[in-house]
C-alpha cells in the first residue's frame, strides 16, 4: 500500500501564498514519486472533488484553468515528496486539498475517479 500525507495548509489573505506537501511512504515507495502518474486535487464544501494539477514521470504537468499560472506542481522523487505553491490566492481556492497517485498508469487525467492512493487532505482557506 501506499500511504500518502499532505501538510502546509492554513489561512491566507487573498493574494497570499502557500506551499502544500505530500509526502509518500509504504510498499514500494522507492518508485511511488518517479514511476505513476500523481496529482493534488481539492474539494469545498457542497462541491464536488475537483482536478488542480497533476504531473507525470516524466514532469509533464497539467493545471486546471482556474489555477493556470498561479499553482506549480512539482515534485522530489528521491524525498518522495509532491509539492503544490500556490500563489496568488484568492477565496474560490478555499478547499480541501488532497495528494493523490494513481495505481498502475504513468498517465494523468483530471478525473478523480482514476486515482487510487489519496492523502487524508490539508485545508486551505483564503480569506478576501
Known amino acids: 500500500q501506499v500511504q500518502l500525507v499532505e501538510s502546509g495548509g492554513g489561512s491566507v489573505e487573498a493574494g497570499g501564498s502557500l506551499r502544500l506537501s505530500c509526502a509518500g511512504s509504504?510498499?514500494?515507495?522507492?518508485?511511488?514519486?518517479?514511476?505513476?502518474?500523481m496529482g493534488w486535487f481539492r474539494q469545498a464544501p457542497g462541491k464536488e472533488r475537483e482536478a488542480v494539477a497533476t504531473?507525470?514521470?516524466?514532469?509533464?504537468?497539467t493545471y486546471a484553468d482556474s489555477v493556470e499560472g498561479r499553482f506549480t506542481i512539482s515534485k522530489d522523487s528521491a524525498k518522495n515528496i509532491l509539492y503544490l505553491q500556490m500563489n496568488s490566492l484568492n477565496p474560490e481556492d478555499t478547499a480541501m486539498y488532497y495528494c493523490?497517485?494513481?495505481?498502475?498508469?504513468?498517465?494523468?487525467?483530471?478525473?478523480?475517479?482514476?486515482?487510487?492512493?489519496w492523502g487524508q487532505g490539508t485545508q486551505v482557506t483564503v480569506s478576501s
Open positions: 504531473i507525470e514521470p516524466d514532469g509533464s504537468s
Open positions: 509504504g510498499y514500494g515507495y522507492s518508485s511511488i514519486f518517479s514511476s505513476r502518474c
Open positions: 493523490t497517485r494513481r495505481r498502475l498508469s504513468r498517465t494523468c487525467v483530471m478525473r478523480s475517479a482514476e486515482f487510487t492512493f
